[in-house]
C-alpha cells in the first residue's frame, strides 16, 4: 500500500486530503472517521467498499460519500492496481 497526504491542517482549516495506490488484494483496513465525513474519488481500477458488513463497488471515475462514524474499509479485489483519494472533512 502507498499513500500519500495531499494537504491537511494547517494548510487547510477543516480538510484533510490523500492518495492511496492499492495492489491487487490488498486492504486499508477497517476503521471508523468519527466526527468526519468521507469522500472517496476512484481515479483508476476498482474498489471494493465495505461498510458496516454491506460491500459496494465503485468504479474508475466514480465517487463515495461516507457519512461519519461509519466503520469501512476499502479493499483491491481486482488483478490490477486501485487507486484513488480520499477528502474528509474535519468538524471542529
Do not use: C, W
Not at 468526519?36 to 476512484?42: A, G, M, W, Y
Not at 474508475?60 to 488483478?79: F, M
Amino acid at each position: 500500500m502507498y499513500s500519500e497526504s495531499l494537504f491537511k491542517p494547517p494548510v487547510t482549516s477543516n480538510i484533510k486530503a490523500g492518495k492511496v495506490v492499492l495492489s491487487p488484494n490488498e486492504e486499508v483496513g477497517e476503521h471508523v472517521t468519527e466526527k468526519r465525513e468521507e469522500i472517496l474519488v476512484i481515479l483508476r481500477g476498482t474498489a471494493t467498499l465495505v461498510i458496516d458488513g454491506k460491500s459496494t463497488e465503485i468504479k474508475e471515475g466514480e465517487l463515495y460519500y461516507i457519512n461519519e462514524g461509519l466503520n469501512h474499509n476499502v479493499i483491491n479485489t481486482q488483478q490490477e492496481e486501485l487507486e484513488y483519494v480520499y477528502i474528509v472533512g474535519m468538524h471542529n
